[in-house]
């Protein structure tokens, strides 16, 4: 029997909807506290969405040179050593996708909790991953088309709320979208690269396709477009979600708080307006959470393939999913749940991810040094199918910026950089006591 693929389709609702999450509906009012300027904040997505799709070319290119499942465990295990690799698989599995995964499922469940206030929020969120973990621990068919329902009705509602509250709203605010003298101070300020952290963690998910590598029918040739038109799709919903916040509801009304989505479907719609969006936007995370739920065991799984000491999570059913994994991630993402600080948690994961992809987007550039050179050792020279274009650009784009912003944040924001740190060494620590036993 052959074995079961992720199609073009389902990998690419897989990276849009691992993308379109918590951090869209739930980033703009911290951006706003210190933001006021409609035009910085819409050059905060662009910025953000441009950084991420430079990202996304790098990982096609890498993916094509260095196939297998596992994301950045695989490439920083190849290009740097294994005790790289080792601890980015460790960020991966615990920070990178359990903790956006916790927020998420928080998220819905405080959302549909108030239309329906007798449901506990707490409870929602984690029937929510337990009920996914099981679906996921399934096959791929139920799997992928859980995942493709999800993430077409997630684009359709971003689409179809952003035109009717244009359409039907009375007048637009007073909020500026033209550039003006005021504004060339803060793209240098570090209140402007604090907020491109959130933007960068309402991106992050652009490379999950990368963590699905094995699953994947010719991935060199479906990488490419998927990361990258994936990644373009959802920058465009971005921009076209928050200009229409920012059109329909006051700066004041929108400043320092969580559910932007529901303020402004109130100022656009009324009261049932509200409701109904607060219920569709809890249902739009169902796709988000699920997305994470596919990718992040897969990380898990060539951690245990390559370890004995945790051999017990690469074990597949008859599917050929790696469902222990998924149950262990699943339970990963609970822990996250019941004890996470929703804003610390998101400025910790974010700067964490940062670092986790700076490391993979420059191993690009080491892996090119070392073909150019004729250097052969444990990583593979042979030409790629896919090459990134207009290289070098891309990757210094994203190094330049990714480093910007992490520079700024261990100034602004050393408590959460220290959180990170830790989760490093507890990462090298796992190495070690798996080397060892």
Known sequence: MATEKFSLF???AIVIANMIGTGVFATL?????????????LCLWVLGGLVAV???????????????????????????????????????????????????????????????????????????????ALVHATSHRYSAGLQNIFTLAKICVIVVFSVTALVVVDAFQPIRFVPDSTDIGAFASGTFAVALIYVGYAYSGWNAATYLIDE??????????????????????????????LLVAPVDALTGQL??????????????????????????????????????????????????????????????????AILIQGMIALVFM??????????????TMALNTLFAVIGLIVLRRRQSHHETGHVAAARPVFKVPWYPLPPIIFIGVTGWTLVYLVIERPVEILFSVGIIATGAAGYFMAKRF
């Open 29 to 41: 009012g911290y951006q706003l506290v210190d933001i006021q300027s409609g035009f910085v904040i």
């Open 54 to 132: 430079c990202g996304a070319l790098c990982y096609a290119e890498l993916g094509a040179r260095l196939p297998r499942s596992g994301g950045e465990y695989n490439f920083l295990g190849r290009i740097y050593h294994p005790l790289a690799g080792f601890i980015s698989g460790w960020i991966s599995a615990t920070v990178g996708f359990a903790a956006p995964t916790a927020l998420a499922a928080i998220t819905f469940g405080t959302y549909l909790s108030s239309v329906f206030p007798v449901l506990p929020p707490l409870l929602l969120a984690t029937a929510l991953v337990v009920i996914l």
């Open 259 to 324: 559910e932007v989505g529901t303020i402004a479907a109130g100022y656009a719609f009324g009261d049932l307006g509200a409701t109904i969006i607060g219920v569709t936007v809890a249902l739009l995370l169902v796709s988000t959470v699920s997305a994470m739920i596919v990718a992040a065991p897969r990380v898990l799984q060539v951690i245990g393939e390559d370890y004995s000491i945790f051999r017990y999570l690469s074990r597949v059913n008859n599917h050929d999913i790696p469902a222990r």
């Open 216 to 245: 994947i029918d010719n991935p060199a040739r479906i990488l490419p477009p998927v990361l990258a038109v994936g990644t373009g799709i959802v920058m465009l919903l971005y921009v076209l979600l928050n200009s229409v916040f």
């Open 338 to 351: 019941w004890s996470a600080s929703f804003e610390s948690i998101l400025i910790f994961a974010g700067a």
């Open 10 to 12: 389902s990998v690419a």
